[in-house]
């Protein structure tokens, strides 16, 4: 056979295998365990009445609010390699973008190996106190460290991913991690709940001007202190872990200076960081649409993860060939807009 007619039959061969392996990534893991962050009776001063509410329309589709029961799913990938990824899904502290952001990402992460953990946390405009979120975020991390081995996970390979005023949520788990936002309930507080690595996709950093306007800063207002205790920029040591950041230059929703911001502190303090700003993109586009700028950051996270040993050398799968449950449009959704002339921030997640 000729060099031209063995390229053909390749080419035939992976456009054969493309569609079984695209299935594969997506039916590769078992159904997602459920962990109740808290012990019964640890929430005592619970203000949600009624339900969990599940969006039905517009940018909400598939949002989750009105939580009174913080907890994690846990997905464990077919082929785990011991790394496991903490999810943040953006909402503005007013609801948490499931179906949007955090469960394609957990689909793409378990279909290279890695176990992916959705949080459903406290939101303040439910009524739980501003530190609600930091609360979970930490009490998850320690859960996760404490019952590694139980998971299937290696603790010292724990990391946080978030979107949007998700990544506000990981960028203050990554940088106070040695504040203690709750008294210890159990042994698993004694664990560090300090992330071993993090990924800041289009985030909320800061609160302090000119980046009050998101709706993170609104919803977070609530606590005197909110803009010095929680623009993460402020809180950079170098104990802070490495950081992975992606962000577009014309977000008019989370603006470009907010990871402009975390990456200068990152660098000041000696911390190992990457940055990548997209010449365009907007806001809240998860995994990004095919062919899009955005759309290179799975990859870049991926070979970022496997530089800093978190991620082992099979392929990398792009989230194209991810078998994704249908979701509604997310680019530019302004879950996190505050200075909206007609009030649109009671829509927006950042």
């Given amino acids: 056979m000729t060099i031209r007619g063995m390229a053909l039959c390749a080419l035939w061969w992976l456009l054969l295998a493309a569609p079984a392996q695209a299935q594969q990534a997506s039916a590769g893991h078992a159904g997602p365990s459920v962990?109740?962050?808290?012990?019964?009776?640890?929430?005592?001063?619970?203000?949600v009445r009624?339900?969990?509410?599940?969006?039905q329309d517009g940018n909400g589709i598939g949002a989750v609010s009105n939580i009174s029961r913080p907890r994690m799913e846990i997905i464990r990938p077919a082929q785990p390699n011991g790394t496991a990824v903490l999810i943040l899904g953006g909402g503005g502290y007013f609801r948490i973008q499931i179906a949007n952001e955090s469960r394609p990402v957990a689909e793409w992460l378990a279909a290279m190996g890695i176990t992916p953990v959705i949080l459903y946390y406290r939101l303040p405009v439910d009524g739980w106190k501003a530190e609600a979120p930091f609360q979970d975020a930490q009490r998850a991390l320690r859960l996760?460290?404490?019952?590694?081995?139980?998971?299937?996970?290696?603790?010292?390979?724990?990391?946080?991913?978030?979107?949007?005023?998700?990544?506000?949520?990981?960028?203050?788990a990554e940088t106070r991690f040695d504040t203690d936002f709750y008294q210890a309930?159990?042994?698993?507080?004694?664990?560090?709940s300090r992330p071993d690595f993090s990924a800041l996709i289009y985030p909320v950093v800061s609160?302090?001007?000119?980046?009050?306007?998101?709706?993170?800063?609104?919803?977070?207002?609530?606590?005197?202190?909110?803009v010095e205790a929680y623009s993460a920029e402020k809180h950079v040591t170098k104990a802070t872990p490495p950081t992975?950041?992606?962000?577009?230059?014309?977000?008019?929703?989370?603006?470009v200076g907010h990871s402009l911001?975390?990456?200068?502190?990152l660098r000041e303090h000696g911390v190992a960081a990457e940055l990548h700003v997209f010449e365009n993109g907007g806001h809240g586009w998860t995994l990004g649409r095919p062919g899009t700028l955005a759309a290179s950051w799975p990859r870049l996270f991926a070979l970022w993860a496997r530089q800093h040993r978190l991620l082992d050398q099979r392929p990398i799968l792009p989230p194209s060939m991810i078998q994704?449950?249908?979701?509604?449009?997310?680019?530019?959704?302004?879950?996190?807009?505050?200075?909206?002339?007609?009030?649109?921030?009671?829509?927006?997640?950042?």
């Fill in 261 to 265: 911001l975390m990456f200068s502190a």
């Fill in 244 to 255: 992975f950041i992606v962000h577009a230059a014309d977000d008019p929703i989370a603006k």
């Fill in 207 to 226: 609160l302090q001007p000119p980046y009050d306007t998101t709706r993170t800063r609104r919803e977070l207002g609530t606590q005197k202190d909110a």
């Fill in 324 to 350: 994704h449950a249908p979701r509604a449009p997310a680019a530019n959704r302004a879950d996190d807009r505050a200075e909206d002339p007609d009030d649109h921030a009671e829509d927006s997640d950042v």
């Fill in 144 to 172: 996760l460290r404490s019952h590694a081995a139980d998971h299937g996970i290696d603790p010292q390979r724990i990391g946080v991913l978030g979107l949007s005023a998700g990544g506000h949520l990981a960028a203050i």
């Fill in 50 to 55: 009624g339900p969990e509410r599940l969006g």
């Fill in 185 to 192: 309930v159990d042994e698993a507080d004694k664990v560090s």
């Fill in 35 to 47: 962990v109740d962050l808290w012990p019964q009776g640890a929430l005592t001063d619970n203000p």
